[in-house]
Structures are given as structure tokens and as C-alpha cells.
């Protein structure tokens, strides 16, 4: 950071704005129109144009995410990830290295950062602006800051918890650490390795519990693609699923 900027605010969020703009400009309409659908459901789902989110790329949309909380114990020194707001509707791939260090720092399951990130130093009192981040030494899965950056979150969340009054823990995200996320007609989780769909079989009497017997009688068909899988019952499709990414149909098991 130039030094006759240290006392600038944040300047990494408008820095950082040319380097997400060139990575990518192609938003997937489709994906965002799945992921507002999951979130707001069918009917509820904000109407953006295709225009509207080809700008947003255009500009390069910066997101920080604090990977490490002010603390008093750090001198209310914070440590920020910064992302591509667009990421993900972009289908950037997703980066492991990003998830590990915010696994090291206590996020269990940890977000998922999609694409490059930047790694930056904040001090917040008594004014806000950016502190030195040193590359091969901040950078080093053993860096000091990683080996406090747990406690030190606890330490603030202890602190905002007597300040609001509550007694709050980071609550396992939908679909992962085994946390299922139900959809209509299925449920899913899943791991680094690998996804696990449950679609619920209904019988003649409209009940949810069906024995081996009823389901072979029912011809269930199961196909899985690179992109998607399709669930046949009783010759009714009961499952048409895209996947976010290409899968291995021949890993596949049902």
C-alpha cells in the first residue's frame, strides 16, 4: 500500500475493482435465475436484466469477507479476503487455498470463494485504513495472524455477544458438514468430494415411505449426465436437476 495512501480507508475495494473486471465478463443468466428461484422462490424472485448484471461484471464488483474480527487482542487489526462479487454467476472456479485459510480461522464449514482472491491487512481504531500485508510471510499457512485468527474471532464474537445480549455460534451452512438443504421434491448435501441427492418417492396413497418392492414395480430410472440428472417413476419424471458443475456420470452411483 502506498504509504501516502495508508490513511485512505479501504482502498483495496476500489484498487482491486480492474483486475475482477478483466478476469471475466460473462454472467450465467441461467445459474442466476436458479440461485434467485432457490432463494426467493418462483414467484418471489427479483427480476434483474441480463443488461444490469453484465454491468456489474463490467465494473468489477469487489466483496470483502473479514477473515479475521478486530479484536482488542490484535489491536483491532482485521484481516479481509477479497472476492469477485460476481464469482460465482460467472462460474469462476472454486478456490480451495481461500477456503482453507478461513477453515483455519474458525469458519467450519468454511464460505466458498470463487476465483482469484487478495488477502489484506485493516486496522480499524482510531481511524480505519490499510496496514502492510507481506507476501511469503503473511501469505505462510504458519503466519502468526493464522495461528491467533480463531481465538481472536471468538474473542470478538464474545464481545459483540455481551453487547447485543445474545449467546450466538457459527451455525453449519445448508448442505454441507452433514446439514441437509431441502428443495422442493429433494434434498441434497454435500463435500469436497462429492454431492448427495435425496428425491422422495411417493406411493399410490400419496404416502412417503415406499419399500424395495414398490419402488422396482414403479420402474424407478435414474440417468445421470455431465450437467444434470433426470429421475424417472412410474414413468413420471419426478427429478431434472443442473448441476452447477460438470460431474463424472461414470462415478455416479443411485
Sequence with gaps: VP????????????????????????VDMN????????????????????????????????????LVQPAESNYF?????????????????????????????????????????????????????????KLNVDTNPDATWMQNAAMENLEHQAAMNQITGRDETQASADGENGVAKAEEGYSWTQTDEEVEIVVKLKSDDNAEILNTKAVKAGGLKVKFFPNKINVQFRGKEVLSLSFFARVDPDGCTW
Excluded at 501516502?4 to 480492474?18: A, F, Q, V, W, Y
Excluded at 440461485?35 to 466483496?63: I, N, R
Design 3 to 26: 504509504i501516502t495512501r495508508h490513511n485512505s480507508g479501504d482502498i483495496l475495494m476500489e484498487e482491486l475493482k480492474p483486475w475482477f473486471k478483466a478476469l471475466s465478463k460473462k
Design 77 to 133: 487489526t482485521s484481516i479481509n479476503i477479497y472476492l469477485d462479487e460476481v464469482g460465482m454467476l460467472k462460474r469462476l472456479p472454486l478456490n480451495k487455498r481461500a477456503a482453507d485459510f478461513a477453515l483455519q480461522a474458525g469458519f467450519n464449514p468454511p464460505p466458498k470463494f470463487y476465483g482469484d482472491v487478495f488477502l489484506g491487512r485493516i486496522k480499524n481504531k482510531p481511524v480505519l485504513k490499510n496496514v502492510d500485508f
Design 31 to 66: 445459474l442466476f435465475k436458479d440461485q434467485a428461484t432457490k432463494h426467493f422462490g418462483s414467484t418471489d424472485a427479483p427480476q434483474v436484466s441480463e443488461e444490469a448484471l453484465a454491468s456489474v461484471a463490467e465494473q468489477g464488483q469487489v466483496e470483502a469477507f473479514c
